[in-house]
């Protein structure tokens, strides 16, 4: 009996949680007079939706766009985030345990007083309506160096050291021995890159007014909002789905990592 | 370079120092220009006027003065408030249920999990249009069916009473997958051995509720009020798209304020201050919750 509510209750929590992408998948086949029934098939299966949004907008454009931009930032955090986050863990350095507390620092400023003067600064290096602004101001991140020093934590010192005294310089200690052991770190953070850097939607509309570097992002809420969409409702939704496609695809092959990705930003705080 | 000599020192105090630093400048120069420049700015640019074509004029406390007579400033910071109210219990109350079904013996727990997690991956733009033509006044689908099934319809997005409670729903429903994770890690925790005390002394479910599962989560609430605080303080697109902040500026929120008063009205410096603020607001909040809402269990 209770376990039989329990499958209710998750069934209803299964329906909440799913039905409204399907709706919204199978809405943007419908033409635009069924949207708003309550059929759950389109009567015809049309393209129109799909077709109005690629006449429109530049959208493949703005998939390049945030392909460079999230393969760009992610490869930087990863790289400069191992190499800090190895110097913080097992290099000797004066001012090693000062620059860790920096790093702490910077993670509880809250973003919102950075936001207007990194805008201004990023306008003075003539850095808008262009990749590099969306890029460069990104390369680094500091949850990323907290997750991969933690790991880096844990390796045996004894492994280190031996490869030193084979004569190993440091870069390939790090590239070669610290790199393979730590691969659920390294996916752990860039995980958590990914998404957040293929979601970023604040900062583009601060800094990309032309159509050409908008990534999806962007470009899609602005289809929504700034009547590209001419108010119909099923090329807003096409647009939607295709912006949501990618991560979610990408979810569902690593669902595992991406919900312990994400929930390891909750459980360290 | 130099790290090959370094190397040759031996092992010892010596080693890895210059590395070290080489292996963590690229860091920390990328973090004096793009976060302590701006931040020595941000103190600077509080005190101009300014709209990044003309130059900078020094106004004094003009710009906190302003603030403080700013009826936007204020509506911005109850209408987080009022969306902190509902957001945050109903997260909690519906996370951890979803939290306690997924912990038990059912059969398909990680199939449920998976999907219950998937509006947390997708972006906020997504969601936002996907929820303003579900809650749409007239075409919309829960409209549809709440008067299909004899209801009224509700003016969701429409009605200053309804928009924030709405957005506070919609942010609910992306978020609470992620902190259904985080309860359940935290029930993993809880020692066996504790629930077994409970039972041989006699608890009743809602004892054993009350008194060992809700005191020991307390660590996992204090994580998941600060972050929906943050969250709030941090909505951005969802009332950008939804209501553009309407209706009668029910659902402005701090950064859609901030970001107003910079790019309609090119305020930079009141924009800036406005920025200062809210986030010595969001550092206040925070410190006053870690110390109400935390316990010391142990």
Redo the contacts between chains.
């Keep these: 009996m209770k376990k039989t509510l329990g499958y209710i209750a998750l069934f209803i929590g299964l329906i909440a949680f799913a039905y409204p992408f399907v709706w919204m998948v199978l809405a943007t086949f419908k033409p635009e007079v069924e949207i708003g029934s309550l059929a759950p098939f389109p009567s015809v299966w049309s393209l129109d939706s799909y077709r109005m949004v690629f006449e429109t907008i530049p959208i493949g454009r703005a998939f390049l766009n945030s392909l460079i931009v999230v393969a760009s930032v992610t490869c930087s955090v990863l790289f400069f985030g191992t190499t800090t986050a190895y110097a913080l863990a097992k290099l000797k350095w004066k001012g090693r345990e000062t620059a860790f507390n920096i790093i702490l620092f910077t993670m509880m400023v809250p973003f919102m007083v950075m936001l207007i003067p990194l805008y201004t600064l990023v306008v003075s290096l003539g850095w808008t309506d262009s990749l590099i602004g969306l890029i460069v101001p990104f390369m680094m991140n500091a949850t990323a160096i907290l997750i991969l020093r933690q790991s880096f934590l844990t390796l045996p010192t004894d492994i280190l050291e031996a490869a030193r005294i084979d004569g190993c310089s440091e870069w390939r200690i790090l590239f070669t021995i610290v790199w393979p052991l730590s691969i659920p770190a390294i996916v752990t953070a860039g995980i958590l890159v990914f998404i957040g850097s293929w979601n970023e939607v604040l900062w583009p509309m601060m800094v990309i007014r032309q159509e050409e570097w908008m990534t999806m992002p962007q470009m899609v809420a602005l289809f929504s909002v700034g009547g590209g969409a001419q108010s119909k409702l099923g090329p807003q939704l096409a647009a939607a789905v295709l912006l949501g496609i990618p991560i979610v695809v990408a979810y569902l092959y690593f669902q595992k990592h991406f919900i312990s990705s994400l929930a390891s930003t909750g459980l360290k705080g | 370079m130099n790290?090959?000599r370094s190397?040759s020192n031996g092992?010892g105090?010596g080693?890895?120092?210059?590395?070290?630093?080489v292996?963590?400048a690229?860091?920390?120069v990328?973090?004096a220009?793009?976060?302590g420049?701006?931040?020595l700015?941000?103190m600077v640019?509080v005190f101009h006027r300014?709209d990044?074509v003309t130059p900078m004029e020094f106004v004094g406390l003009k710009n906190f003065t302003r603030l403080f007579h700013d009826d936007l400033f204020f509506r911005a910071l109850l209408n987080t408030g009022l969306f902190l109210v509902i957001h945050i219990p109903l997260q909690i109350f519906v996370s951890l249920?979803?939290a306690e079904?997924?912990n038990?013996k059912?059969k398909?727990r990680s199939f449920?999990?998976?999907?219950?997690?998937?509006?947390?991956?997708?972006?906020?733009?997504?969601i936002?249009?996907?929820f303003?033509?579900?809650f749409?006044f007239?075409?919309?689908?829960i409209n549809?069916?709440l008067s299909?099934l004899g209801g009224e319809r509700i003016p969701w997005l429409v009605s200053p009473e309804w928009a924030m409670p709405t957005i506070a729903l919609m942010a609910t429903?992306k978020n609470?997958?992620?902190?259904i994770?985080?309860f359940l890690?935290g029930l993993q925790n809880i020692p066996a051995s504790m629930y077994e005390v409970a039972f041989l002394e006699g608890a009743t479910t809602w004892q054993r509720w009350t008194r060992v599962t809700i005191p020991l989560l307390n660590p996992m609430m204090v994580?998941?009020v600060?972050?929906s605080t943050?969250g709030g303080?941090s909505l951005?697109?969802e009332p950008?798209?939804l209501t553009?902040g309407g209706p009668l500026n029910s659902t402005l929120t701090?950064?859609l304020y901030?970001?107003n008063q910079?790019?309609y009205f090119g305020h930079?410096g009141y924009?800036?201050a406005l920025?200062?603020f809210?986030?010595l607001i969001?550092?206040i909040v925070v410190l006053l919750q870690r110390r109400f809402v935390e316990e010391d269990i142990y």
């Design positions: 790290w090959k190397k092992s105090a080693l890895g120092q210059r590395i070290g630093y292996m963590a690229p860091y920390f990328h973090l220009i793009f976060f420049y701006p931040l700015f941000a640019l300014w990044i249920f979803f079904l997924l038990s059912l398909g449920f999990r998976t999907i219950y997690f998937l509006p947390v991956v997708v972006s906020g733009v997504v936002a249009i996907l303003q033509q579900l749409a007239e075409t919309g689908y549809s069916v299909a429903w609470v997958g992620f902190y994770i985080l890690v994580t998941v600060v972050l943050i303080f951005f697109i950008y798209i553009g701090a950064l901030i970001y910079a790019f930079m924009a800036a920025g200062l809210f986030a969001i550092l």
